[in-house]
């Protein structure tokens, strides 16, 4: 089985990620965490000195690399990931897509002291201007979130709460 989680910055797509593997009993990988390591350097570092669009093509990349490589796999993506390169159809394609639906004022709370390790959101002055940046933004993502057959909302959305609903998503089609 592949499972690929989709969803914002902050949503908990690797926590969540790393549980329902443990629970699976299946690989585990965090693409952001992919392009870290065959890059050997940060994902801030990237952004710096190579610029978003080296760092889009890196990730539509290793994304097909992981695909290829592990018929069985939960796969937490980056923020952006579905957004860019078709990446949003090879996920569709490969694999069961759940979308981790978390409101925006929950991102603010749980982003508020981790922004600077995430580039498109540091160097703002506030909460505010986070909040109007991560509104603006699902705004401009949601369109590829939504296409995502499977959806959880927060706080409901457990390994047992995943569980359930890939359970009746497969006894339904
Ligand atoms: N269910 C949850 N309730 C409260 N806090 C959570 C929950 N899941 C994750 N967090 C916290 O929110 C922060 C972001 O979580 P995580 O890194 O898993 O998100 P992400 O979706 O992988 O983000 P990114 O797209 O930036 O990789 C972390 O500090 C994590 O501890
Ligand atoms: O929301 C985004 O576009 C991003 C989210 C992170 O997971 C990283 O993939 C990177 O910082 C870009
Ligand atoms: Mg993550």
Redesign the pocket.
Known sequence: MRLHLIG??GAG?TTLGRALATAYEVPFRD??QE?VRREQRT??DI?AQDG?EY?RER?ASVLRDLIAELPDLVLS?????P?FHHNLEVLLESGLTLYLAVPVSELVRRLQRQAAS????AALPDAAALETRLAE?LAA?QQFYDRAPLCCAAPACSVEAVRQLVERYNAAV
């Open positions: 914002m910055p797509k693409l952001d392009i994902i801030p952004f978003e760092f990730e993506t980056g923020g952006g990931t957004c995430r580039p498109l959101l933004t993502r």
